[in-house]
């Protein structure tokens, strides 16, 4: 009977433990999505209230504060201003990655619901809930914009602490487990962790759907680690071969074991090259000091821009549109392009600065008028010599007579007018010819048409990662 009890008593004991012991994380996150799915469905219904009350369910059980967003939208559409401005102001203290865009979206939704709040309480609304507005909303609450459902992605792993590559693993990771953020479509996911076998695995994201990647991770002993850092973040690192960039500074990640070669390059930094042995299980790390300075870039582009030729300092760099990197300061830069005449200028280019050229290359006039200018030349110098020839011919003949013996000729003799005319002529078109061919050089080196012109820009860039719930990659800063 005692033993009986005891294992009563046990059984018990066992069975109060398992009740009261804390959720798992696979517990929590399913009973997260099951609220998630639930509000989804009564948002689809209009049924905004039992939505809001679905998504803070959600929230409760993980603490993702795209709930707090979802919970926002359905108190809004549900007409609760004050529990709407509540979530949002949550979901923005709690959501450390908000974009400046959506920042601002939301705190204009929120000034807009606080002054509906503020006419609500001025004038009674009819009957109705406590706290929940019955009356016909303001203009300025019907032209919000519109908004949906925010799905999310969970990235768990075990252990935790892993790296995230979102589609490839050349950029910068997307973040360490755990994670938690909106994408949206077809991506594979790589995760990556010290000491461990790296994983991968596709997934297709929907902006109105939860979505849940746990990994588990195996112990590697195979693999060595590294970790590469260099004084300029965005290096580009090359791994036994410059053929193809291997990751960008900084990188830390699984490397098969061996001797191994790295390069690692900016543009206008001196390149940094080491020879590493990775031995199994063990972290290697390598510091690169790159000596130099930014650069900057020229930037070739617009409609005019096809089969162009791009000169730098008199050295062509590129065909075409293209980026070109630029040390700073002082460059000349020629654009040319066949039957167009071409355009030059001097830049002064700053580092982290992109310099865009817009040219608008003239046409190439045609030349017809020196042609025709030297084809006259031609034939007057022709004639010229012709007619002189004759001349020549002419007094030859005479003097001839005049050598034999015979009497001088009479002046009345057809052959001295003959001669004259034929002098007299040639001198002409020697001039005619003369006067043509300088007006035939003229035509060929003057001006004609309208020059070659570009605009140009200049703005300040910086590329940085980025990672919001949103939106995740590299994003670029463009300043004018």
Same mark, same amino acid.
């Given at each position: ?68 967003? !979802? ?227 020229? !930037? ?181």
């Amino acid at each position: 009977m005692k033993l009986r009890i005891a294992l009563l008593s046990s059984l018990a004991f066992v069975v109060w433990a398992a009740w009261t012991a804390p959720a798992s994380a696979d517990e929590t996150l399913n009973r997260a999505r099951e609220a998630f799915d639930k509000g989804q469905t009564l948002f689809e219904q209009d049924k905004f209230e039992e939505a809001a009350q679905s998504f803070v369910a959600a929230y409760e059980a993980r603490a993702f504060a795209a709930f707090l967003y !979802n919970a926002a939208l359905s108190y809004e559409k549900a007409r609760n201003w004050e529990q709407a401005v509540a979530n949002y102001r949550r979901y923005l203290t709690e959501q450390p990655n908000v974009g400046a865009d959506e920042r601002k979206q939301i705190e204009e939704r929120i000034r807009v619901l606080e002054a509906e709040i503020a006419r609500v309480a001025a004038t009674p609304p009819p009957e109705g809930d406590a706290g929940v507005a019955t009356a016909e909303p303001s203009e300025e609450v019907k032209n919000l914009s519109e908004a949906g459902i925010r799905g999310l992605v969970v990235i768990e792993s075990r252990p935790q602490g892993a790296y995230i590559y979102l589609d490839d693993k050349k950029g910068e990771p997307l973040g360490r487990t755990p994670w938690n953020g909106t994408l949206d479509g077809e991506h594979t996911i790589f995760i990556e962790a010290r000491g461990y076998k790296p994983r991968e695995r596709k997934i297709s994201a929907v902006k109105d759907k939860v979505v849940i990647m746990d990994f588990t991770l195996a112990e590697e002993d195979y693999l060595g680690w590294i970790d590469i850092r260099a004084n300029v973040p965005g290096a580009e690192i090359f791994l036994d071969d410059k053929v193809a960039v291997f990751r960008r500074t900084p990188y830390s990640g699984n490397i098969k074991p061996g001797k191994h070669k790295i390069w690692i390059t900016k543009e206008g930094y001196d390149e940094f090259y080491q020879e590493i042995e990775i031995v199994p299980g063990e972290t290697h790390e390598i510091k690169a000091d790159l000596s130099g300075g930014e650069v900057g870039y020229v !930037n070739i582009r617009g409609r005019d821009v096809e089969n162009i030729r791009v000169y730098i300092d008199g050295k062509k760099v590129c065909d075409g549109p293209c980026r070109w990197p630029v040390a700073q300061g002082p460059h000349k830069v020629s654009i040319q392009k066949s039957g167009h005449k071409s355009y030059s200028r001097t830049i002064d280019v700053k580092q982290k600065t992109e310099i865009t050229i817009r040219p608008s290359l003239a046409p190439e006039p045609s030349r017809a008028d020196a042609i025709w200018a030297y084809a006259f030349a031609a034939a007057f110098t022709g004639g010229g010599i012709y007619l002189g020839i004759q001349a020549g011919n002419i007094k030859d003949d005479i003097q001839a007579d005049i050598d034999s013996g015979n009497p001088p000729p009479d002046q009345e003799d057809p052959r001295f007018f003959k001669g004259k005319l034929f002098a007299i002529s040639a001198d002409a078109a020697y001039t005619l010819g003369a006067a043509t061919f300088l007006a035939a050089v003229y035509y060929t080196f003057r001006e004609k048409g309208r020059p070659s012109t570009a605009t140009t820009d200049i703005s300040s860039i910086a590329i940085t990662p980025e990672v919001t719930p949103d939106y995740a990659g590299l994003g670029l800063e463009v300043r004018w």
